[in-house]
């Protein structure tokens, strides 16, 4: 995904899910190289939203990694800046809009099913030919006012995005593998926020990238399949 029309902004952004490895190693490379190479900004931004999986040790010994290596950077943690906070935690509030936008346009959506009924209806999807093709959308066919209702009622739920019908291929140009094309019919009504209110993040990334931004985004290619999505 790139806007040649602007100064660069490239991010690096880091789950402290765990330590720095090599190949978190070798994006922040790309970034920072990229930043320096057309003196542009290079941000680096903390993903935490999984509350069971980040820890504080983890964001530690990624700074001084990245520190070790000399990719110093020009926003993020410990150095600030204009876009910030750069911990996504700390963020929940932009998201929070971000998501009211959604709900306002009808592009969002509460789902109350339980995990419980996800994992078997998604375990008895498993054994047949087709295989599991995403969450069913029995919660999308809940008319508007009874889901208000509930949710006003506090019964629990998770967001979800409506991904359009009758929506052409989401199509973007990635700088290594060209053009790229993703019908949308077969995408996930993917969770923006959980049942707890942490947000995911497939929908905070593209939240912090359009508010920090962002021109550039270089990735592991793990996120290819990330990326339709993550454009819808
Ligand atoms: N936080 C993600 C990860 O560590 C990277 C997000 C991204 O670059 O879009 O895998």
């Not at 077969?186 to 995911?200: A, C, Y």
Request: proline share 6%.
């Amino acid at each position: 995904m790139t806007d040649s029309s602007k100064p660069v902004r490239v991010r690096f952004a880091p789950s402290p899910t765990g330590m720095l490895h090599i190949g978190g190693a070798r994006t922040a490379i790309y970034n920072w190289a990229f930043a320096r190479a057309t003196g542009g900004t290079f941000v680096l931004r903390i993903e935490d939203t999984d509350p069971e999986r980040s820890t504080e040790e983890n964001t530690q010994i990624i700074l001084r990694a990245l520190r070790w290596l000399g990719l110093n950077w020009d926003e993020g943690p410990e150095v600030g800046g204009p876009c910030g906070p750069y911990f996504q935690t700390q963020r929940t509030d932009t998201y929070e809009a971000a998501l009211q936008k959604l709900i306002e346009a009808d592009m969002a959506y509460p789902c109350f099913c339980s995990k419980e009924t996800l994992d078997a209806k998604r375990e008895a999807a498993e054994k047949t030919e087709g295989g599991y093709a995403g969450y069913d959308r029995t919660c999308r066919a809940i008319p508007a006012d009874e889901a208000r209702a509930r949710v006003a009622a506090g019964e629990p739920h998770t967001w979800r995005l409506k991904v359009p019908e009758g929506h052409g291929p989401v199509e973007f140009e990635d700088a290594v593998y060209g053009h790229m094309s993703f019908p949308v019919d077969v995408m996930d009504d993917m969770i923006l926020r959980r049942t707890d209110g942490t947000f995911t993040y497939n929908f905070a990334v593209v939240c912090d990238d359009v508010n920090m931004g962002i021109t550039h985004v270089i990735r592991g290619d793990d996120h290819l399949s990330n990326t339709p999505r993550q454009v819808l």
